[in-house]
């Protein structure tokens, strides 16, 4: 892509560009570019990234969220873009708003608190991360992310839901979370008919599997994810509130705590993969290996930009925003912003304050499951050192791609190691 091709609007269609000459472009020309062709502004740095971020709710609303003043994300229905988003729900933590959003929020952070994750650590993700590389050790070969990235976060999520984990019902999830995720990832580009169709098909297929789950655990009483949603639920929604809307927040976990993860995880192992990290990770300071896992999510970070339209007129970054424009915050760019990181497109494992990056967003709407992913990420890593020796790049297979739209991530994988 030349300089004179890019613009700001190639940051919301899905494909296999790298973005990084469009990223330095965008940094070249300011905070905050408007874009004619999109109608849009874009926030690139990450000082501002932030500042909108903390503000969500109060200044901004979310692209994703209906709103029945302009049009329905994707040029979608409203019924049927609730049912494909929210379950048939507009009670889901990606809908909801206000003081109910908030208390929505606290309670899906607390399922992951360091004293929660201290337990899950040992107990539920290092046992699924050590099963899935047995699965492959042996062969001196894999392909990690069909066979360890998108393998590890929908195990641990149906663990923590008390969800079935045999091999048929997850690749059967996968199926219908990749068709959903595929949507998604088309919102900013208008989906063609055929991409919502197929959507819409595994969405109503993944509440038939789910829903007799959630029925189930009504009366509260279980530890699982979905037994605790159902016994907080009359303190944190506001009535009128049903099965639909503990449904609807059960998706948004199942599936959100898939797709973000999975393209984390496979962009951790494309940095281990493609730079000269591996031997002070393989010295085993757990501040090291910490820290790789942020430069990583700083780098590729899971989810690339967030739409938002403001609420009342505001000045930002020295421009007048008028309420009802889009400004899209594109956090990809800001993990890259030359004012905020030295060397910005470099791995650096002691910068200070690493995680200070916008991989899982900020404020009120950061991503509640941030504490859960970093922990997979790091059993993730310590396996793959641990594990997988002499591991490199397959020279003979198809190379790495970075590819995708509202998520990104590197595929194909192919690696080969020393058989186990």
């Not at 990809?332 to 030295?342: I, K, V």
Request: overall charge negative; hydrophobic content about 40%; glycine content about 8%.
């Amino acid at each position: 892509m030349t300089r004179a091709q890019i613009r700001p609007g190639a940051f919301l269609e899905p494909g296999d560009d790298e973005p990084w000459e469009l990223i330095e472009d965008l940094h070249h020309r300011g905070d905050l570019i408007w874009d004619d062709e999109t109608q849009a502004w874009y926030a690139t740095s990450a000082e501002l990234c932030k500042a909108m971020g903390r503000r969500d709710d109060l200044l901004w609303q979310s692209g994703l969220i209906p709103n029945l003043d302009r049009d329905v994300p994707a040029g979608l229905d409203l019924a049927t873009y609730v049912e494909l988003m929210g379950g048939g729900s507009r009670k889901t933590i990606t809908f909801l708003e206000g003081e109910e959003h908030d208390r929505l929020h606290r309670f899906m952070r607390a399922q992951y608190s360091p004293k929660v994750l201290e337990r899950w650590r040992p107990e539920i993700i290092r046992p699924i991360v050590r099963q899935r590389i047995d699965a492959f050790a042996a062969r001196g070969r894999a392909e990690l992310v069909h066979d360890l990235a998108t393998q590890v976060p929908p195990r641990v999520v149906a663990t923590l839901m008390a969800l079935p984990t045999d091999d048929v019902w997850i690749d059967r999830c996968l199926g219908l979370v990749a068709a959903s995720t595929d949507f998604k990832q088309r919102q900013a580009s208008r989906p063609s008919a055929e991409v919502v169709q197929r959507a819409l098909t595994a969405a109503r297929e993944l509440k038939q599997l789910l829903m007799p789950f959630v029925l189930d655990r009504r009366k509260g009483t279980g530890d699982d994810f979905i037994s605790r949603l159902w016994s907080c639920a009359p303190q944190i929604f506001e009535p009128p509130w049903d099965e639909h809307a503990i449904y609807g927040n059960v998706k948004a976990q199942f599936e959100g705590g898939q797709s973000t993860t999975t393209h984390a995880a496979a962009n951790l192992c494309y940095l281990l993969l493609t730079t000269s990290v591996r031997e002070e990770v393989r010295a085993g300071d757990p501040k090291v290996s910490a820290n790789l896992v942020e430069e990583a999510l700083r780098l590729y970070g899971g989810v690339a930009f967030r739409p938002r339209y403001a609420k009342e007129d505001v000045m930002l970054a020295g421009e007048q925003v008028r309420a009802g424009d889009l400004v899209v915050t594109l956090n990809l760019a800001a993990g890259r912003d030359p004012d905020r990181y030295p060397c910005p497109a470099s791995v650096d494992l002691h910068r200070q304050a690493p995680g200070d990056h916008l991989a899982f967003h900020v404020g009120p709407r950061a991503c509640a499951g941030q504490a859960l992913a970093r922990a997979q990420l790091g059993e993730i890593l310590h396996a793959m050192v641990e594990r997988l020796h002499d591991l490199r790049l397959d020279p003979d297979a198809d190379p790495p791609v970075y590819h995708g739209g509202f998520h990104r991530g590197w595929a194909p994988l192919h690696v080969l190691f020393d058989p186990a």
